[in-house]
């Protein structure tokens, strides 16, 4: 019998399954996942993917002929953008104002910055959307897993802030916060000096 959850790839001792919520998103997620990150065992996103009811992962690194991908933002009925700090990055409130036709979809990219940054760097599809910022937000909870850069969040928490801010309603994403504190916590019970580490 495997040591890990077939579902939440999370060790048994830790599994998460049993605070997930599903939630019905409006507003459909892509997750566009490093290699590295599929078995990391700090890993949120696959939580924020059981979660939501409309999205969908893709692992690699180069994603400009990635053709499930460039099929899903080649919809009409859906304009997409990167979460992606750039210099030209829109604050996604700001987006949101300017209201849209289509759907509005996001897209997270899953990796520590140095390989999300890879991974933007290397995929031309996605350097052709545009890409927006989320505004002044609450320091990250992810204490088992540090980031040098300041204001960095988990993909999870990123993706709440995304959603929350895009419906202008945080009410029905607060699962993922639930589900979220419930992997910390766990993590933590199996982590000695947890609060100490790094990335």
Known sequence: MSRYCSRCHKAHAICICDAITKIDNPNPVILLQHPDEVSHPKNSACLLSLSLQHS??????????HSPLNAL???PDITYAV????????????MTAQGASAKQGVILLDGTWKKAYKMYQLSTNLQALPSIRIDACAP??????KSRKPGAL???EAGYMAL???SGDPTPYQPLLDSFDLLVQRQLAFIPNASKRHD
């Open 73 to 75: 933002l080649a919809d």
């Open 164 to 166: 929350s801010q895009l």
């Open 154 to 156: 988990s993909t999870l």
């Open 83 to 94: 979460l992606y700090p750039g210099e030209n990055a829109m604050v996604l409130s700001e």
């Open 56 to 65: 969908v992962t893709f692992v690699g690194e180069d994603f400009s002929q």
């Open 140 to 145: 990250s909870q992810y204490q088992i897993r």
